[in-house]
């Protein structure tokens, strides 16, 4: 099975499930998936999905649904390499986050480029401190690791 994240014209977001890519395209040219809003078929699209598979050797396969590139997925794809660039440049402390920016701030290790965790506590200490966050919520399966 596969989900793909769905728009209808009249601005309806909903999700799909199909048996593979070539049963959405099916359905799709049948006119067969409906918008659960107005129930209208022939304005779906798929949306970006921010789903990319590894392959053999480290290639990366990025997934995008979405055949024409409005300026809303356009916004979305920024913001995912942002996030990959994230990844990629910062390193991970984990559940360290506060005490390493903590000797940042106050000149006891080098400045660095972190990310990690830090508890609602961890986060006001860090402010009052005067140590700005910049705060990505993701779901727990997909933490930054």
């Known amino acids: 099975m596969i989900a ?3 728009a209808c014209s009249c601005g309806c977001r909903f999700e799909g499930w199909f048996q593979n890519h070539a049963d959405f395209t099916r ?3 049948e006119g067969l998936i409906l918008c659960p809003e107005c129930g209208a078929s022939g304005q779906i699209r798929k949306l970006l999905s921010p789903v990319a598979f590894l392959g053999k050797g480290g290639q990366e396969f990025p997934v995008s649904a979405m055949e ?3 300026p809303e997925t356009k916004a979305v794809e920024n913001m995912l390499g942002m996030i990959q660039n994230v990844i990629k440049k910062f390193e991970n402390v984990g559940a360290d986050l506060a005490k390493e920016a903590l000797k940042i701030h106050f000149g006891v290790t080098e400045p660095r480029n972190i990310r990690g965790v830090a508890t609602e506590e961890e986060e006001a200490e860090l402010k009052k401190e005067g140590i700005e966050l910049l ?3 993701l779901p727990e399966d997909e933490q930054l690791h």
Do not use: A, W
């Open 4 to 6: 793909f994240d769905l």
């Open 27 to 29: 359905q799709h040219v």
């Open 68 to 70: 024409d590139h409005d």
């Open 135 to 137: 705060k990505i919520s």
